[in-house]
C-alpha cells in the first residue's frame, strides 16, 4: 500500500533563517505531489505541484519554493522565512492524471519567531 | 473566483444519530468531489467521492450526495460515534481539472 512521509511534524524557526521540509512517497511510481498550507478555518491553500521530476507549478506568488529532485520526493524550501510563513503545510499525492484522490501526510506546523 | 463553502462552521450531533454535513460549490464545470476527515493535529483522510455522473455514492457508515442543479454536496454519516468527531471538508474539481478547490470545513462534535 502507498504511505506518505512528512517530516519534521513541527518547527520552530526564526524570521529570517532558512526552510526545508521534506515529503516522501512509497509505495507508487511518477505520482502527482502538492505542497498545500492550511490556515486556521480556512480551506486548504494549494503552494506547488508537480507532475514529474524537475517540473514545478506554483499557484502563487509567495516567499517559498518547492523542488522535486526524486520521483517520490517533494522539498519545500525558503532562503529566508517570514512571519507570514508560520503555518500547517502539508504535502499530498495522488495518481498521475486528472479526477484523482489526493492523499495527504500528517503534516508540518510551523512557527515562526 | 471559484469557492467552495459549508453551511454551518459546527455542527453538534448525539451519539447514535445521524449527521447530516453540507457543502456547496460555485464552479458548474466541477465534475469531481471528494469528502475529508481531519483530526486535530493530522492531515485530511479521505472519506468518500463521487464523479458528476453520479448523484449518490455509499461507503461504510457514509452516504455522498450530489445535487449537480443547485451546486451542493453533503455528508451522511449513520450512527455517528464519538470517533467521527473531527473536521469534514469537501473539495470540488477547478476549471482545469487536474487541481481541487477546498471548503474550509465543518467541526463535527459527538455528544455521549
Known sequence: ?113 | GESVGLHLPTLSVQEGDNSIINCAYSNSASDYFIWYKQESGKGPQFIIDIRSNMDKRQGQRVTVLLNKTVKHLSLQIAATQPGDSAVYFCAATDNYGQNFVFGPGTRLSVLP
Open chain 1, 1 to 113: 500500500s502507498q504511505t506518505i512521509h512528512q517530516w519534521p511534524a513541527t518547527l520552530v524557526q526564526p524570521v529570517g533563517s532558512p526552510l526545508s521540509l521534506e515529503c516522501t512517497v512509497e509505495g507508487t511510481s511518477n505520482p502527482n505531489l502538492y505542497w498545500y498550507r492550511q490556515a486556521a478555518g480556512r480551506g486548504l491553500q494549494l503552494l506547488f505541484y508537480s507532475v514529474g521530476i524537475g517540473q514545478i507549478s506554483s499557484e502563487v506568488p509567495q516567499n517559498l519554493s518547492a523542488s522535486r529532485p526524486q520521483d517520490r520526493q517533494f522539498i519545500l524550501s525558503s532562503k529566508k522565512l517570514l512571519l507570514s510563513d508560520s503555518g500547517f503545510y502539508l504535502c499530498a499525492w495522488s495518481q498521475l492524471g486528472g479526477k484523482q484522490p489526493q492523499h495527504f501526510g500528517d503534516g508540518t506546523r510551523l512557527s515562526i519567531l
